[in-house]
Antibody, heavy 124, light 111 residues
Framework: QVQLQESGPGLVKPSETLSLTCAVSGDPINSASSYWTWIRQPAGKGLEWIGRVYTSGSTNYNPSLARRVIISIDTSKKQFSLKVNSVTAADTAVYYC????????????????WGKGTPVIVSS | QSALTQPRSVSGSLGQSVTISCIGSSSDVGAYDYVSWYQRHPGEAPKVIIYDVNKRPSGVPNRFSGSKFGYRASLTISGLQAEDEADYFCYSFAGSYYDVIFGGGTKLTVL
């Protein structure tokens, strides 16, 4: 059973860097049939896709966040990470990591396994 | 991309059916059949319950069904059970590898 677990500081000061890690279990993480993604949800708002990393280390980012975000993967540690630079109160949200993988009978990579999410507050 | 539009809340009685709508545009829901629905109980990880508009992953009861007409996708839950009380949100592909879009989420209350 694939499981994902987010970890990282729950409080970050404005202008600093938010850093989160997602630990992967039950999946080799280096499979070509899996992509690794980050999503966030501010309180009272909808989910926002942040970006993804492939097992090769290549990345895709939400254009609205691309200048401040770095996602990386460490296959030896079976984890991938998120960094958001120069945070403001608008970055306060619950952050989720997820796996994207094709579901049975589909050719599309859906977010089929999620972590429980970790809340991050940006405040001084 | 604007978020897909969902009602903030819906309710239904035990045993009844409810339908949750997800309204997009010609660039997302209306253009692609890559629509999925997720269920999230408080404190738990979201779970995919519908994908490709109307397919169910193994283990998801057939009480859950999905459909699409034009720009509107729908999730129908029949024979409501207490454990169906949760947040539900929709998702659609929107044309490129960085264009993925979610609904705002709907809180389902089972009366």
């Amino acid at each position: 059973q694939v499981q994902l677990q987010e970890s990282g500081p729950g409080l970050v000061k404005p202008s600093e860097t938010l850093s989160l890690t997602c630990a992967v279990s039950g999946d080799p993480i280096n499979s070509a049939s899996s992509y690794w993604t980050w999503i966030r949800q501010p309180a009272g708002k909808g989910l926002e896709w942040i970006g993804r990393v492939y097992t090769s280390g290549s990345t895709n980012y939400n254009p609205s966040l691309a200048r401040r975000v770095i996602i990386s993967i460490d296959t030896s540690k079976k984890q991938f990470s998120l960094k958001v630079n120069s945070v403001t109160a608008a970055d306060t949200a619950v952050y989720y990591c997820a796996r994207e993988s094709p579901l049975r009978g589909s050719d599309y990579f859906y977010m089929d396994v999620w972590g429980k999410g970790t809340p991050v507050i940006v405040s001084s | 991309q604007s978020a897909l539009t969902q009602p903030r809340s819906v309710s239904g009685s035990l045993g009844q059916s409810v339908t949750i709508s997800c309204i997009g545009s010609s660039s997302d829901v209306g253009a692609y059949d890559y629509v999925s629905w997720y269920q999230r109980h408080p404190g738990e990880a979201p779970k995919v319950i519908i994908y490709d508009v109307n397919k169910r992953p193994s283990g998801v009861p057939n009480r859950f069904s999905g459909s699409k007409f034009g720009y509107r996708a729908s999730l129908t839950i029949s024979g409501l059970q207490a454990e169906d009380e949760a947040d539900y949100f929709c998702y659609s592909f929107a044309g490129s590898y960085y264009d993925v879009i979610f609904g705002g989420g709907t809180k389902l209350t089972v009366l």
